[in-house]
Each structure stands twice: as C-alpha cells, then as structure tokens.
C-alpha cells in the first residue's frame, strides 16, 4: 500500500543563527508558512553554518506544538551540518524531545534514545505497517510497542494513516520516505 | 578635564576597576583623557572596558571628546589599537604603533551590541573573523555561538543598564586559544545584597537542568572537542567555572558584570587565575 503526501519546504534563512528573538523570528515565519498544516513540513538547514542553543530551543519548541496541532503530518530536519546537530541534540535531551532528522538519504532521530531510532529504522523497513507487524518485525510484544509509537509520532516521524474502507479496520502507520522527501525539497 | 591613569596591569578585574570609575566632571563639553602610557598589560576586558567608558563619556558629556593615550610598550600599543579600531567619533588616539599585534591578535575588535540583532551581526562579523584566522572548523562553530549568545545575554538580563554592553574576542598563541570578554553595565548582580551567593547559583541552576546559555556553552565544549572556563566579575562576587568545577570568591567591588570565557584547544591546559578568597 502507498498513500501519497504532500509536504512544504521551509529553507531556514541564514548563515549565523543565534538569539532567542530571531528563532522567535523564524519560527513565526516558519508557522505563517506553514498555514493551516495541510502539508508535511520539511525544515531545511543547507547554508546554516551556526545555530546557537536558544535560536535552535525556539525553533525546537515551535516545531513541538505544530506536531500536537498536527498529528497527521511529519515534520523532517534537512541538510544539519555536525555542529548544528550536536547542539540540537542537546537542546532536544534538555527538552526531553526528539526531532527527524534526513541526511544523505538516512532519516535518523535526534534526542531520542536508541530503542527509538531501532524502532524508526524498522518502521522504514515497513513504510506503510500496522502496529502488530511492526511489533513482529522487532520481536516485541505489542503493548511494549505503543510507547514507543507515541514518542515517534510526537518526533513528527511517525502518522497515523486512516484506513480505507470499514472504521473497524486496524490503525495504519506510516513514515517518512527519503527517496520521497528528497523530491519534496 | 577629567585625567584617568592607567598603569602596570590592565586586565581582567583591574581592567574593569581602573577604568569604569565614577565621571567626576559635570560640563557637557568635558574631555576625558585616559592615560594607558604606563600599562604594561592589556587583555580584551581592557579593550570592552576602554570602549564602554568611552560611550559613557560620550552619554555623560554630549559634547565631550576622548583623549586615549597609547601605552609607551610598543607590544601593548600595537594590540591595544587593533582592539579599539576603529576607534568611535570624538575619540583621539595618541601615541605610536610601531609594529604589528601578534597575527589575528583583536579576532573582533570591542564592539557595542545595542540589541538581540546586533548580536546575529556580531555573529557573522566572528565567524568570517575566525575563517580569517585560519581557527578549525568546530572551534570557530563554538566561538561564533558563544560571542553572539553572551552578548545577547547581556542585552537581554543586564538590569537597569546605562549603556550597551560592549564585546571584544582576542586569540593568541595562533589561535589555539580564545577569549571572549563581555562587559556591561547592568546593576542586577553588581548590587544585589550578595553578588557572590548569586554568582553561586549560576552553575547551581545549570547542574539542575534550567535552561542558560553558560550552562549550555560548557555542555557543548566536549562534542566541540574545546576546553572551556568561564569567570564571571560581578560587583563582590567573582565565580570562575569549568565543566570539572567551579568555585566562587570575594573581591573589590566592580561595578556592572564582567563574563570572560576562555576557549582552548583540547591539549591546551586550562590554568585557574586567583580569584582571592574562594569559597
């Protein structure tokens, strides 16, 4: 099964980001294009040498909420240089967050803990998967799974996807393709 | 005319203390002129200091001038001149540069940051600074983060300033080592009722995982494979901290925050300067 999607670029402006107002700046940029969120958003990094802990705190934050407004979309991080990811990834632990990540083709979670980018990798696997074959694909039991599922659909890479046909169909699942995101932005 | 002499060692605390003394002159044409002939070492909280008095004498004295004597130690002159240039409107500088700093010496001379965007600019400015310089990729990442976020710092939680906090970063020892000085006028440490205790609470709040700038800088330091101590001067109080410890001490009261973070590379060893009375 594929279920197409539509997604929205949002190219962080900027060489040397810092302060906590220009990430309020950008993140009210980053939401005013974003609209209604109909859209998956890809957040793109290329060009950004520097990012500073509280820029990437507000940014962090923004992306945050539109996740919980926004169940049903993905949010992707694009093109992070090392030392943007590095300082993400200590404000996301700070946070207690996780945010997708796609570098090279490879979709990775920054700030979550390994059991979560084991359970994302598999997910990948699968593309499109109901909970139980994700939990047989991982050899877990399937209530071990359901919080690991909710920690990725708060990251923004996972959605639930709503069953065509009868309602009494199982939930589906589905993650961000990079082959598909790469065409995106 | 107001006279300022400056002599022996202008750095650090001292630097702050000789230099931010109360104006004794009330005429709005008055000319200040800050002897540092004698001054036999400078570092980059005498260049932000220097800059700051001069902007306050400005504030102070609308039509005032500035006189700036450079030191006599053709070394001194040379590195005190690359931090103060250019030097700002109705400012003379007298004496003579014979020779050059030491290479890349005054990375970003002393440069008032009036709000959060001049922070990003002043980013950008130390960034193409450190490229300039050759500094390796990782390091330059971490200054160019953590001269805009002190600065912002002090834009935004200096309490009742007088005047915009002022930044200079110098190197030394081809660029293995950074310092990054940020003076401002803010009175929220300097006068509270114990300016140490407050100071003690900084690393207090970032071990207990409150969000902070300093905190964060100190966290980053390992990934970005630097060492990192900062010293804070602050009224009394005076805090030196390291990602291994920190301690805090009782000093001579300066007035505004003072914040010095060192950036070394990782084989550099980081030496702890006398702080006085530790606690």
């Not at chain 2, 005319?1 to 203390?17: F, P, Q």
């Not at chain 2, 004698?38 to 220097?50: F, K, S, T, Y």
């Not at chain 2, 804070?232 to 291994?244: E, K, N, S, Y």
């Amino acid at each position: 099964m594929s279920v197409k999607r539509d997604a929205l670029a949002f190219k962080v402006p900027g060489k040397v980001l810092g302060t906590r107002v220009l990430g309020q700046e950008v993140a009210a940029q980053l939401r005013k294009r974003a609209g209604d969120g109909q859209q998956d958003l890809l957040v793109d990094f290329a060009g950004v040498q520097v990012a500073s802990s509280p820029f990437l705190d507000e940014l962090a934050r923004t992306l945050r909420a539109w996740n919980v407004d926004h169940p049903d979309h993905f949010v992707v991080l694009m093109n992070l240089n090392e030392d943007v990811q590095d300082t993400l990834e200590l404000v996301l632990e700070r946070r207690d967050m996780a945010l997708a990540e796609m570098t090279k083709g490879t979709l990775r979670l920054i700030g979550g803990k390994a059991h979560l980018q084991e359970t994302l990798n598999a997910a990948q696997e699968l593309k499109v998967f109901t909970a139980a074959e994700l939990a047989a694909q991982l050899e877990l039991k399937l209530p071990n799974l359901h919080q690991r599922l909710v920690a990725l659909e708060a990251a923004g890479a996972l959605v639930r996807v709503r069953p065509a046909g009868a309602p009494q169909r199982p939930v589906v699942f589905q993650t961000p393709q990079p082959v598909e995101l790469a065409a995106c932005s | 005319m107001e006279y300022l002499s400056l002599s022996g060692d202008l750095t650090r605390a001292n630097a702050v203390e000789k230099v931010l003394t109360v104006s004794t002159s009330g005429d709005a044409a008055s000319e200040i002129c800050l002897d540092a002939g004698p001054v036999e070492r400078i570092d980059a909280v005498a260049a932000a200091a220097l800059r700051l008095r001069m902007a306050r004498h400005h504030r102070e004295h609308l039509q005032g001038t500035v006189t700036l004597v450079l030191p006599k130690e053709a070394e001194m002159a040379a590195r005190l001149s690359a931090l103060l240039d250019p030097p700002p409107e109705r400012v003379t500088v007298v004496g003579h540069v014979n020779e050059q700093p030491p290479a890349n010496y005054a990375l970003v001379p002393a440069t008032p940051v009036e709000d959060s965007h001049a922070a990003v600019a002043l980013g950008s400015w130390t960034l193409e600074a450190c490229e300039w310089a050759g500094i390796a990729r990782r390091r330059t990442a971490f200054v160019t983060a953590a001269t805009m976020e002190l600065a912002d710092n002090a834009v935004v939680h200096a309490e009742g300033p007088t005047d915009a906090p002022v930044v200079a970063v110098t190197t030394a020892t081809r660029g293995r080592v950074v310092e990054i000085a940020v003076v401002d006028t803010g009175r929220g440490i300097a006068e509270s009722s114990d300016p140490r205790e407050f100071l003690r609470t900084v690393p207090r709040r970032a071990l207990d995982g409150e969000p902070g700038f300093l905190g964060n800088i100190l966290q980053r330091a390992e990934k970005a494979r630097v060492q990192v101590q900062v010293q804070i001067f602050a009224g009394t109080g005076r805090l030196l901290w390291t990602p291994m410890r920190h301690r805090t001490a009782v000093g001579r009261h300066l007035s505004g925050t003072t914040v010095v973070v060192r950036i070394a590379e990782e084989r550099e060893v980081v030496r702890s300067s006398s702080l006085g009375r530790s606690g």
